[in-house]
């Protein structure tokens, strides 16, 4: 089962935070070919969505959740992780799909987190 920790700001409401998201973006690194990588982003979103499935998460929602994600498992690779599918995941069947809906949000998130000049308002405060 998927344990569930509250990340919160201040008195804002919760977010959820999947255990098993965090550790599929951490052992992302560890894998060695394009598809096994592709795996894990697609377990990284399964499992944030599983967890936003009882709020009925929007779009947006799940780009906010994926980028706590992001901040909480702390990957130090993780730009140069996307930079490497964007580079070798040329098959269209891989890209096809849940892989090509799990890198371009992936992507998204990154992007976000990069250009964002404050974390903590953009990412776990509510709008």
Request: with cysteine; net charge negative; charged share 20%.
């Amino acid at each position: 089962g998927d344990r569930i920790l509250n990340a919160q700001c201040n008195s804002s409401s919760a977010e959820f935070i999947s255990e098993e998201a965090i550790h599929a973006l951490r052992i992302l690194p560890e894998q060695h070919s394009v598809s096994e990588k592709l795996s894990c982003c697609v377990k990284i979103l399964e499992s944030i969505s599983n967890v936003g499935e009882a709020q009925n998460m929007s779009a947006d929602s799940l780009l906010k959740m994926v980028c706590q994600h992001i901040v909480i498992a702390n990957v130090k690779s993780l730009n140069a992780e996307c930079l490497f599918l964007e580079e070798f995941a040329r098959d269209e069947q891989l890209l096809r799909g849940r892989e090509g809906y799990a890198l371009v949000t992936m992507q998204a998130s990154l992007h976000y987190l990069n250009v964002s000049s404050n974390l903590m308002d953009d990412v776990f405060c509510e709008d």
